[in-house]
């Protein structure tokens, strides 16, 4: 079982920069790819990155591609977005979530998510 609490959204102006974390429970963090998604009102949740358990792997969605930078800290069981350039169309709720595989791009391949955090980008 894995719990993941989010943190780090809020209103920002385009352009500027927001460092998101999900903070994990659970003794085998390292084990789980986990991945960011985000869903904004009336739009199905979205990939935006995925990183493998070791860290050494990493996957974007071609709209935040060198924008956006996923890491995560193993012995922390933290996972972080960097996100840099912000644009009004990033405004969503932004969630981490956990598998038990490599990171996945897709949605269903996950287990476990967070509650969300708002990110709003002004023009």
């Known amino acids: 079982q894995v719990q993941l609490v989010e943190s780090g959204g809020g209103l920002v102006q385009a352009g500027g920069s927001l460092r998101l974390s999900c903070a994990a429970s659970?003794?085998?963090?390292?084990?789980?790819?986990m991945g960011w998604f985000r869903q904004a009102p009336g739009k199905e949740r979205a990939f935006v990155a995925a990183?493998?358990?070791?860290?050494?792997?990493?996957y974007y969605a071609d709209s935040v591609k060198g924008r956006f930078t996923i890491s995560r800290d193993n012995a922390k069981k933290t996972l972080y977005l960097q996100m840099n350039s912000l644009k009004p169309e990033d405004t969503a709720v932004y969630y981490c979530?956990?598998?038990?595989?490599?990171?996945?791009?897709?949605?269903?391949?996950?287990?476990?998510w967070g509650q969300g955090t708002q990110v709003t980008v002004s023009s």
């Open positions: 979530a956990a598998q038990r595989g490599y990171g996945s791009t897709s949605k269903y391949e996950y287990e476990y």
């Open positions: 659970g003794r085998t963090f390292s084990s789980y790819g």
């Open positions: 990183i493998s358990g070791s860290g050494s792997s990493t």
